[in-house]
């Protein structure tokens, strides 16, 4: 039995009298026989409510890794939520409509991308930004795509340090499209360590902080690339008191929204932004939302710059993307509303504060030391002797940190990267370094 | 229309956080000078009830389907049942990093694998990726599948055209095209089908493949999906299936029976997802034996009651997500297949398409159905000639008057003033008369009072926008280098 099916026998009845048609299975006359003969259910019975409800709060509850401190970042990051956000979402007139297509009905939703659009170019230093991408790592790969559409360059400049699912998807998009990546090194500081840009390039991409989680110089980068696009990865949390790529002369500004306002939720739904250049506007994928007048001279906001878009340009659009991630979009709004400058940047640094004094503490333990010398933000390489055996031994205290393989495509064996934000407390940071020294 | 920085105050905060260690300058000292910003973001000062008072008031300006009936066509806005948000909320999917260990996350892989084996029943298909973020995103994998399995056999660069029904949705050629195929298109016939002699014409040695949306954008089965299939398989090419319009046989027919070589369903519309005011959704994609070497890693299995990640395909296309989908999404469209089973799913496409078919009847006496068949799911109309210069667009915001969402307009293209609508199960019989009598009202406004229609809504927080403006006069944020 359907639950959300509203008809009764009598409806059913009624409307099929109404349309003079027999009985429901008339109304599936089309479909042919043969396709018809062929289905087999999948064998599931129904189920009421709080059956489903038992068994989704048991898959919930079976994963370990919940109950584990986490010291994890890799790209996402367990930051404070402050209860305001999810309240806001949980406004179903936003939260259950459709992409706003009607503005008249859509000013709801078409005013908080406007609001949202404005703080990822302030956050960014960028002119111009999109009402998201499904996640950073798509937003990258568009992000390439459109200095490949710009500039017809083919081969894409990637750090070695770029986290390692990021350049995997990047991969795929650039496969895609018929280009191909080539592998920029870093040097001793584990900054980014670029040599000769070779013809033909499209884009350069910087982490910014990287996948080790030092934090780049992005000065004269641009200068080095010709036509190629300059495009920056960024954590938007650091961004608070980091200078923006913007500044440097970055072409488009990407990345993973997920620490603002967005839980982790076992890698999505995500967040991407992207923001570019007015002078990139029509070649940037995604929505936009614009201001403009009603017809009494109200101001309004609608959905602009659609030409670009696959319903309008099909075959020659900037992209094909149509669902994005609004409403992790509008988490990130109310998220840097209700912080405000202020709190932005006590969030960014008490994750700075917290993570250098856990990485001194490390770094002077016997068999530990950081892997670089470069300036990082809240998420450090550390070099050890035995990683796996200090994973271990961090499990056993109750904590998580990735696995040492995940610094293995970075070109790193003996290293364990941990991140720290706002949420660690200085008992949990006591209980990490007592694990090590166990 | 006030924005959340036109509230507040310097200095005003909605949370209270922890404080620092050590003075804010102090630690910003440490920063190397090249790295320090200059100029801080700004962003909105407000307090906590001027906060929640903004959102409050923006939500009050939208409409979402907890608002009211939402035809859009091709969108499936049915009801979006609570206790998936719930149960979705849960710190154990919410809180769980994606990074950890297998080991650590088997309640999160189970929900997936099990999330797979339903999907796999569903559309009949051997093999399943869960990790596109939506339906175009499912399209584009779809095509670098398509891709691999040409380069595979040595005919990448020999088959490079996929073919589409000119009835498609605008995200199959854009798709098609991000993965460097060229797209011909294919007229429908007076049916509204694919026309099979164009087909067959069109079919050769370098066709690549067919996108086909079954049913299609009329909301018209394509009775010879068999024909169609077995074409272009004997042509040497593959069938994507958009599963766009699945709710119009969900439980009934499954797309592995029509011949389909991929298909991607959309989680956020025929499995009840909420669509969030544009996203997120979710785009499994489902796959027939001759793609399963080439599906995204890594794959979740289960052996012993176990589930690992399997990441030894030498021949995937690689990851098309940075881990493994929308898991939240994932988990609230769990939730109500589990809730509907096989017979509440059966339901379900029955419903719709009963609504749909009751809602056509009774509007095609007043409005030109340029196809007039069999509808599925939706169907769609035409405005034209209702009168004096009145178009679709004025019947889709008069229909705002009458507290209606319009349905989907000017789509597909091949329809003159296209009117698609889509009421999906969830709307009781009534909602659906009163749909219609609004509809009938406004084709005799239209015909008696026209202008009550071109200067339509009139009760809608703003009146008729102007889209010239916003593209003449770009104004895309607050500050800095633009406009304002």
Known sequence: MNPYLPHTAEDVRAMLDAMGIPDVEALFSDIPAAVRERYRPVGLPPRDELAVQRRLIGLAEDSTGRRLIPFLGGGLYDHYIPPVVGHVLSRSELSTAYTPYQAELSQGTLTWMFEYQTMICELTGMEVANASMYDGATALAEAVLMAHRTTGGKVVLVPRSLLPHLRAVLAT??????????????????????????????????????GFGILEDL???????????????????PLAVVEPPGSFGADVVVGEGQPLGNPVSFGGPLLGFLATRMAYLRRM??????????????????MTFQTREQHIRREGATSNICTNSALCALAATVYLAALGPAGLRRVALLAYERAHALADRIAALPGYGMEFSGPFFHEFAVRCVDPHGAVAKLRRAGIAVLPPSFLHPLGIEDGLLVAVTEKRTEEELDRFVAALEG | MSTIYDHGAP????????????????????????????????????????????????????????????????????????????LARHPGFTELHPLLPAEECQGALALLWEMGECLKGIAGMPGI??????????????????????????????????????????????SAAMAGFSVVSLPSDRRGMVDLAALEGALGPDVAG???????????????????TQLVHEAGGLCYFDGANLNAY????????????????????????????????????????????????????????????????????????????NTLVIAKALAYILTLGD?????ASAGAVLAANYLKAKLKGTYRVPYDRLAKHEFVLSGEGLGDGVRTLDIAKRLMDYGFHPPTVYFPLIVKEALMIEPTETEPREVLDAFAEAMLRIAAEARDHPELLRDAPHTTPVRRLDEARAVREPWLRLGGGCVG
């Not at chain 2, 056999?153 to 490079?160: A, D, K, M, S, Y």
């Not at chain 2, 079954?214 to 169609?228: A, H, K, R, S």
């Not at chain 2, 017979?343 to 339901?347: D, M, S």
């Open chain 2, 11 to 86: 200095g005003r905060r909605a949370v209270a956080l922890p404080e620092l260690g050590q003075a804010e300058e102090e630690l910003l000292a440490r920063f190397p000078p090249s790295l320090r910003r200059r100029e801080g973001p700004r962003l909105p000062e407000v307090s906590q009830p001027e906060l929640v008072r903004h959102y409050t008031a923006l939500s009050r300006m939208n409409y979402g389907v907890d608002t009211g009936f939402y035809p859009l066509g091709s969108c499936t806005m049915k009801h979006n049942p609570k206790l998936h948000e719930d």
């Open chain 1, 285 to 302: 994928p995604g929505r936009v939302s614009g201001r403009t007048q009603d017809r009494e001279g109200k101001a309004g906001y609608v």
């Open chain 1, 173 to 210: 998009y650039a496969w895609g499209a018929g280009l191909s990546l080539h592998e920029v090194p870093y040097g001793e500081d584990g900054r980014l360590a670029l040599g000769r840009v070779p013809d033909g390039t499209c884009a350069l991409v910087v982490s910014q902080p990287n």
């Open chain 2, 250 to 325: 969900l439980g009934r027919a499954r797309p592995g029976d029509m011949g389909a070589d991929v298909f991607h369903i959309n989680l956020h519309k025929t499995f009840s997802t909420p669509h969030g005011g544009g996203g997120p959704g979710a785009g499994p994609v489902t796959v027939s034996e001759a793609l399963l070497p080439y599906l995204p890693v890594p794959d979740i299995v289960r052996e012993d009651g176990k589930y690992r990640l399997v990441w030894d395909r030498p021949k995937s296309i690689g990851r098309v997500h940075p881990y493994f989908g």
């Open chain 1, 219 to 237: 000065t004269g980068l641009k200068d080095c690339l010709g036509r190629a696009f300059l495009i920056a990865y960024a954590n938007p949390i």
């Open chain 2, 343 to 347: 017979e509440g799913l059966r339901e």
């Open chain 2, 210 to 228: 067919i996108m086909l949306t079954v049913p299609n954008t009329l909301g018209i089965f394509e009775e010879d999906i068999l024909t169609i």
């Open chain 2, 129 to 174: 990726t869960l990790q596109p973020a939506a339906g175009a995103h499912g399209e584009l994998t779809g095509m670098l599948l398509l891709k691999r399995w040409l380069e595979d056999r040595g005919e990448l660069g020999v088959r490079t055209k996929i073919l589409l029904p000119d009835s498609a949705h605008g995200t199959n050629p854009a």
